[in-house]
Every structure is written in structure tokens, then in C-alpha cells.
């Protein structure tokens, strides 16, 4: 066969793969079906797609395979609709990629010790979908990730396979912006921005997008489409920094913080309020900046705003910490053997997940310096703090009325916060959860 035969072939396969995208008959494969990948993979099926959820998490697996979800944004009933009706399955079997028109990865992208990105889960993940290639596929990248990912090290690993990007694969980088939990924004009402390697890698992947989503911006390149991801993480982490900062300032001043954001905010244009909080958690906005300041350094250049935000938003489990001891020292009690009971210890409100928690590190703090710990929350049973596992406890009156000082560290919507003021001797609330509620004086210290 010569190589224009082979062409031909291709062209006609590949426009055999915009037929099935657009008649919603390709199959798609959702390589990590973590908080990312379970949505997409649900609203990609409700859109009428076959779709494939492989992990390498075989407890993962076979919960989906049995209707649990692990993410409040797929319901136990949606997913069991999906199972039902045939629309998805989920597998550890990589091999199912090469019977996909459609691969999307939405692997971890964390932070090593030394906070330099661990890209080694997206290299593994491209490596499998590389093996397993076959003409003609469209491939795209969603996990967030430094500039030049795509093209630097994704297309490189199916050049070695012998794909042609752009003639036999399509590939793309279109960053997820997923807020987990979030009620009123969920997959299908987010806008899509997505950059391919060529021209026809955008389109076909803003042609498969654009059956689930409201909008999908096209942008000249992965690049541009990696760095408006981190741009927006980046933003608001730096935004938060400065809320954070606000709050440092108001308490040497004597002010409600809240009750000036709140006043700037009446403003109706050229601001946008944040507030500040405990430090700042989860899997992306105190991870994204990292990977735009390593690129950078690696670019000859400090990100000064990045370096300086983290900075500050570091710092706020130690000012907690702080409020803390201040406001046992008003009850003349000492920090060391005082009982504290933290409400909360997810990085958000309405979800589980602890990671990066700055919770945790608060609780740890308050252990070291001899309090006695005990946390709830509603969403997350038991945890790690300081390397000793705790369990969470049901955040009682009884409970609430012994401990010497109540800390909010995530405002999950399931606590009482008016009994809360109530019972409680002294509240240290880091949410502004008890903001507006009727508190004797001097019982609840705010950032
Ligand atoms: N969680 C969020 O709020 C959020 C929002 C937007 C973007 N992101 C980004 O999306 C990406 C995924 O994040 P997440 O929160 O879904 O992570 P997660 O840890 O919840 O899920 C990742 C899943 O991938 C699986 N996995 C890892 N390596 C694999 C491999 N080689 N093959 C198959 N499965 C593999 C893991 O077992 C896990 O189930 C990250 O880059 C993150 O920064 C996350």
C-alpha cells in the first residue's frame, strides 16, 4: 500500500471519526474516573455517547460497576440510569482504549515534596493510550498542567508510535473546570475552552464538546489552552492571598473584614469580592500556581504575585491557630490541654475530600501544642492528622457546650450554626458561617 493509499485511507477514517462525534456514536474512553472524570463521563453519556471509564483504582471500579459514586456531582440513581441503559461501564483494562474513537484523560496532577509538578500520572496514562493507538483517534488532555504539556510531551509519545498528529491522531488539551459539589454549575454548564495541535484537532474536539456543554471557545493551541487553565486558578488564589491579607490587616485595625468586603462589593462593577479563610486546599488552586511558577523558572522568570500569595495563604493555619490560643487566653485558659472541637475538616464545604486540606494542618498545630482534638464533619468518617488516625464525632449540644472553644474550619450547610453560638463557650469561625447571626458579644472571633 503506498503512502497516498494510506492517506486516503485515513482521510476517510478520519472523517468516519467526525461522523460518529457528531451522530454521537463513537465510543469515548475516560481514562481516571476520579472527581474529573466521573462527571465528564456521565454527562457524555447522558448526551448519548458509549463510554468507557478506566482506572487503575480496582475498588474504584467496582464500585461504579455496583452504582456507588464517590462524587456528589453523579448520583447513585444517574449512575445506575448509565449501568442500566449501557451507556458506560468502568474497567482497569487498558486495552479497552484501543476500541475507542474518543480517549480523554483526566489523571492527578499533583505536587512532589519539593512542589514541583508530578506530571508522572499523565505520562503513564498518554503511554497507555499511545500503546494502544490505532488510527484514527482523537485524544485529549484535561488534567491541569503546565504550558507545553501537549505538545511537549503528549504528541511525542504518539510520534514514537508512528502516529501523525493531525493525520491519524487528533489531539487536544481542553482544561476541566469542574467545581465538585457545586450545585448550580455542573459539567453540561460550563463553557469549554479547547486547543488542538492543528486546526482539525480543534474542531473535532470542540465538535464532541459541544454536545454537552453551552459553549466551546476555540483557542490557536494546547498552549494557550493550558495557560488560561492556570490563569484561572491562579487568579483566584491570588485573589484569596488578598482577602487573607485584608483580614490580617482588619484584625490590627478592629474591623469586621466581612462587613468591609461586603461594603466594597456594593460597588457594581470593577470589583469581585473573595473572602478569606483557613488557608487554601483541594487538588487545584493551591496546586495550580506551582505549575505556572516552576514553567516559569524554567523560562528565567520569578511569578513574584504566585510566590508572594502563597506565602500568605500559608500562613493562615498558624493565624488560626493563633485566634485560637487568643481567645482561651481571654477565658484565662491555656492552649495546651484546652478541648477543641473543630467542625469540619474538608477543604470545602458539601464534599469530603481532604486533600491539601488546610484543616488538617490546623488540627495538627493545635495537637502539638497540647490541645486535645476532636473534629466532625459529616463528610469525611476518619482521618490523618499529625500521623494518628481520628474519627469524626457527632457534633452535639453536650459536645458543643464541653468543648473550651469550638473552631469552624469548613461551613458544611449539615452544621446548626445557631445552636452553635448558643452552646458553645467560645467559636473561632474561619467561614464566616455564623456571619449575621445573633452572637453575645465577645463568643465568636472571624478572620
Ligand atoms: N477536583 C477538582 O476540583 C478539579 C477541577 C478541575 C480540574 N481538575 C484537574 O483534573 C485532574 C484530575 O483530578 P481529579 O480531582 O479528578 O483527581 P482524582 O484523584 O479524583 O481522580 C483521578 C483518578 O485517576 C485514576 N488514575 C490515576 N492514574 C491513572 C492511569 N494511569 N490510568 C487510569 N486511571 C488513573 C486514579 O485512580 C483516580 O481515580 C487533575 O489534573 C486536576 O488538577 C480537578
Known amino acids: 500500500m503506498t503512502t497516498s493509499a494510506v492517506r486516503g485511507t485515513y482521510q476517510v477514517t478520519a472523517s468516519e471519526l ?21 462527571p465528564l463521563a456521565a454527562a457524555l453519556a447522558r ?36 449501568l442500566r441503559e449501557g451507556r458506560y461501564h468502568a474497567t482497569a483494562d487498558a486495552s ?24 508522572s500520572f499523565v505520562v503513564a496514562a498518554a503511554e497507555e493510550a499511545a500503546a494502544r493507538f490505532r488510527p484514527t483517534q482523537l485524544v485529549i488532555l484535561e488534567s491541569t498542567t503546565y504550558p507545553g504539556t501537549t505538545q511537549e510531551l503528549v504528541v511525542p509519545l504518539f510520534e514514537a508510535r508512528g502516529a501523525r498528529p493531525g493525520v491519524d491522531v487528533f489531539l487536544a488539551f481542553s482544561p ?19 486547543g488542538g495541535v492543528t486546526r482539525e484537532c480543534t474542531a473535532l474536539a470542540a465538535l464532541l464538546y459541544g454536545h454537552v456543554v453551552p459553549r466551546v471557545l476555540q483557542v490557536s493551541s494546547p498552549r494557550v489552552a493550558e495557560l488560561a487553565k492556570l490563569y484561572e486558578n491562579v487568579f483566584r488564589n491570588v485573589n484569596i492571598a488578598l482577602a487573607n491579607e485584608l483580614a490580617l490587616m482588619c484584625g490590627r485595625l478592629g474591623v469586621s473584614t466581612r462587613e468591609v468586603i461586603d461594603a466594597a462589593a456594593s460597588k457594581p462593577f470593577g470589583f469581585l469580592p473573595f473572602y478569606p479563610g483557613p488557608g487554601i486546599g483541594g487538588h487545584c488552586i493551591g496546586v495550580d500556581p506551582a505549575y505556572l511558577a516552576w514553567t516559569m523558572r524554567l523560562n528565567g522568570y520569578e511569578a513574584r504575585l504566585i510566590r508572594l500569595a502563597e506565602e500568605i495563604n500559608r500562613s493562615m493555619p498558624d493565624h488560626v491557630v493563633e485566634l485560637v490560643a487568643q481567645a482561651l487566653n481571654r477565658q484565662r485558659r491555656s492552649l495546651n490541654g484546652a478541648r477543641i472541637l473543630a467542625l469540619g475538616v474538608a477543604y470545602k464545604r458539601g464534599v469530603g475530600d481532604t486533600r491539601e486540606s488546610p484543616a488538617l494542618e490546623v488540627l ?14 459529616p463528610h469525611v468518617p476518619e482521618v490523618a492528622v499529625a500521623g494518628r488516625m481520628l474519627k469524626a464525632v457527632e457534633p452535639t449540644e453536650e459536645r458543643l457546650a ?38 453575645p458579644s465577645g463568643r465568636v472571633v472571624t478572620l
Do not use: W
Open 402 to 439: 464541653a468543648a473550651d472553644c469550638v473552631v469552624v474550619l469548613t461551613d458544611h450547610p449539615e452544621f446548626d450554626y445557631v445552636r452553635l453560638i448558643e452552646v458553645a463557650s467560645v467559636v473561632v469561625d474561619t467561614r464566616d458561617a455564623t456571619y449575621g447571626l445573633p452572637a
Open 364 to 377: 495538627a498545630t493545635l495537637a502539638e501544642r497540647g490541645a486535645e482534638v476532636a473534629y466532625a464533619d
Open 96 to 119: 479497552a482504549l484501543g476500541r475507542c474513537d474518543v480517549v480523554i484523560i483526566c489523571v492527578p496532577t499533583p505536587l512532589r515534596k519539593s512542589r514541583d509538578p508530578d506530571i
Open 47 to 82: 448526551a448519548g455517547f458509549a463510554v468507557t471509564g478506566l482506572d487503575t483504582d480496582l475498588d474504584r471500579v467496582t464500585a461504579l460497576n455496583a452504582g456507588r459514586p464517590h462524587t456528589p456531582d453523579v448520583s447513585g440513581e444517574a449512575l445506575a440510569a448509565m
Open 176 to 194: 476541566e473546570r469542574i467545581d465538585p459539589g457545586n450545585a448550580r454549575y455542573g459539567v453540561q454548564d460550563i463553557p469549554k475552552v479547547v
Open 18 to 38: 467526525q461522523r460518529r462525534i457528531a451522530a454521537r456514536t463513537a465510543r469515548v474512553g475516560v481514562v481516571g474516573q476520579g472527581y474529573v472524570g466521573l
